[in-house]
């Protein structure tokens, strides 16, 4: 007798409604918002919606985690400050959509059996929504051989790959941690930057990685302890 089809296999249409709803969100609001204004936008409407859902579900982070969130915020706001300005309304609430879809398309990976196929299904599932999304769009078409080439690189490849890493990775992770680990991602961006890019090191950018890096190592470190605080 064969085996029945799995369905866990392959994402599902809410994952990938979130999956629009962080992306498209997040392309028009940078088209009115400065770097670090949006990444910090972006950051603490993630970092709501996953620990509010956290507490929600009866998870009960200990005080040592708190601090290593705490630490980690204080770094990334560090880090983003110089870039920081007023920040434009529409661009603002377009952001922290974003951030909170990004937070519950998160939150449902935790829970995925084959991290590569979900996330290959969720992003194929997008296709006929995008293309609805482009329809409006459509009078700012602008499309060279270049520019469709890297968006398949960093689309198809590049983040793909990445958010399958993450899908897999969550498996293992309670929902503040995984809210505490996400803070790394702009120190990894700017490492990207040194290390690619010959961008200088700087002062500043040692300082908010302690900060983040040492605040996301407390919360990992005491994230499974029985030791109470």
Known sequence: MGRSPDRSRGGNWPSAALLLLYAVPFSFAYNNLATGTGALILFGAVQATMLIAALVSGERPRLIQWLGL???AIGLLYLLLPGLGAPEPVGSVLM?????????????????AHPLADTAGNF???VPMVAIVSLVSLSDFHVTPTGAMLALASGAIASGVGYA???AALAGLTATLAATVQLSVPIIAAAGGVVFMAEDVTLRLVLSSVL?????????LFDKSSMGL
């Open 70 to 72: 705490a630490t980690a």
């Open 96 to 112: 922290a959509v974003a951030g909170v879809a990004w937070g519950f398309y998160s939150l449902r990976g935790r829970g995925s």
């Open 124 to 126: 194929m599932r997008t």
């Open 165 to 167: 890493i993450w899908y």
């Open 212 to 220: 983040i890096l040492g605040g996301v190592g407390m919360a990992s």
